[in-house]
């Protein structure tokens, strides 16, 4: 030791050392001294020995992250923005040179200096936009609209957004359950809106009607539907009321029941309140004539006609209001029983019958003859398929009807003849609606469903499950409001839902 202290304390070897002291760093200060006093001995990291501040290093990299989130969190411009922003770089573009006092300056940033002349002189190239940010080459890129430059349309996944990806679809739209209607005890057999106004009328098991005004909401708590409250009841069946109909003016309607009866009400205000009293003149009158249950009604586009289908086996057209309501009976024999009417609406004088025979007649309405024989009867898999429901395209001479075998099928009223087929469901088909333009079909089943169709392309647009089972049913009705973005559904469960 004595002779390594001796090389050390050597003014050579001390000189030659001092060359290496811009090794150490500032915070290593003394590791010099210790170098050449050999006080004492350490092993020196590579960044102590080369001096790295791991601090300054950790604060800059803590800057760069945040200066990349930053940059994240700058969303590109929407259209509107670039429309103007392309709109402003054509007016640079035609007018080069502008006068002092004769246009505001440029929204672009700095002034440009001006000549001698007191005019702008001409700058080449593209400007900055305001709001896209980044470099120049990310404006360029922005304004050459690479994938639109990102811009989004309308959510697929909003309920009220609509769908306009084609010309065809330029009215889709996603339903969603808005509005419960909870009051009646018994299963919802049928239900109708009103014309114009959104409010509409349920019929029950429970013996009841209920007129139910959409714009008179309870809120719910953890729920995004609302509950209504009805605002009338209508009381005078004595039994369940099984089929409803509305006048086109929405001043009346019509119910059949179990009773065998049909009642004509005077539907009140929407606004009426709840709690008034009694008013004996909202039933105008009640039509007897069938001796079994009346299962079903429809009324005349423009004529104040009634037509009924009843257990008994008739088919019958009312005039209400007048001395004698009864204007004709239509039967035939070795049928069964009508399971389903409506008027042919492109054809006023003719009206479409189904039976549980599995046959579907046209009649004339003056005559009560039948005009065609649609063949319902043989078109299931597995022989005959009862017909539920029976509804007339609003613009065309097609006929749909709605299966016991889960099918739904279209027919021509000119030749009688399957149009097209198809399995809509997973189990018995119960009702249809089509929508006022005929370009929808609403059906429901008693698998919980109800399914929107495009009539075109006899295809699903959507389907919802919007109701329980109850004996093994479940909606017994569906109906689109004719003027409204509304559709309902009824059913087992005794509740009415709405959709929009």
Request: proline share 5%.
């Amino acid at each position: 030791m004595a002779g390594m202290e001796d090389v050390l304390s050597d003014p050579d070897t001390e000189e030659a050392l001092a060359e290496f002291d811009f090794l150490v760093s500032e915070s290593s200060e003394g590791a010099g001294e210790a170098r050449s006093q050999g006080d004492e001995k350490k092993d020196l990291s590579p960044s102590e020995e080369w001096g790295v501040d791991q601090q300054l290093i950790t604060k800059l990299k803590e800057q760069y992250r945040k200066e990349r989130r930053g940059k994240k969190g700058i969303q590109r411009p929407n259209r509107s923005t670039l429309q103007a922003m392309l709109a402003n770089l054509g007016n640079d573009e035609e007018m080069p040179a502008l006068q002092s006092g004769a246009a505001s300056p440029p929204r672009g940033g700095a002034v440009p200096a001006m000549d001698d002349s007191g005019v702008q002189p001409f700058q080449p190239g593209r400007k900055p936009l305001i709001g896209v940010p980044g470099t120049e080459e990310d404006t360029l890129e922005a304004l050459g609209l690479g994938e639109l430059a990102g811009l989004t349309v309308n959510n697929e996944s909003d309920p009220l957004s609509y769908d306009i990806t084609t010309a065809k679809e330029a009215f889709r739209k996603t339903w969603s359950a808005k509005y419960t209607l909870r009051s009646h005890f018994d299963g919802v057999r049928a239900l109708a809106f009103h014309p114009v106004e959104p409010a509409l009328i349920t019929a029950s098991e429970d013996h009841t009607l209920k007129l139910w005004n959409l714009n008179k909401t309870v809120p719910v708590k953890k729920a995004t539907s609302l509950d209504v409250e009805p605002i009338y009841t209508f009381r005078g069946h004595v039994g369940a009321v099984l089929c409803l109909a509305m006048s086109a003016t929405g001043e009346q309607c019509f119910s059949g029941g179990i009773d065998s009866t049909i009642r004509c009400w005077n539907i009140p205000s929407s606004n009426i309140d709840p709690y008034d009293s009694f008013d004996s003149s909202v039933l105008a009158d009640t039509l007897v004539a069938h001796t079994d249950a009346v299962w079903g009604l429809s009324i005349h586009s423009s004529k104040m006609h009634l037509l009924s289908c009843s257990a008994d086996g008739t088919i019958r057209m009312w005039n209400p209001g007048s001395k004698l309501p009864l204007l004709h009976t239509y039967s035939v024999e070795n049928e069964g029983v009508p399971t389903s009417i409506d008027f042919v609406r492109c054809e006023p004088s003719q009206i479409v019958a189904s039976y549980t025979s599995g046959n579907t007649f046209i009649y004339d309405i003056e005559t009560a003859k039948q005009v065609m024989m649609l063949e319902t009867r043989d078109c299931g898999d597995n022989g005959v398929s009862q017909v539920n429901a029976i509804i007339s395209h609003p613009t065309l001479p097609v006929t749909i009807t709605a299966h016991e075998d889960r099918h739904i099928r279209f027919f021509d009223n000119v030749t009688g003849k399957m149009l097209h087929t198809m399995v809509a469901h997973l189990d018995a088909v119960t009702s249809l609606a089509v929508d006022p333009n005929g370009i929808y079909l609403l059906s429901g089943s008693h698998d919980c469903s109800i399914r929107l169709w495009n009539m075109d392309s006899k295809t699903c647009v959507q389907e919802i499950t919007s109701h329980r089972k109850k004996f093994d049913e479940s909606i017994y009705d569906v109906a689109f409001h004719p003027s409204k973005p509304y559709i309902a559904s009824a059913g087992a469960d005794a509740l009415a839902k709405v959709f929009v």
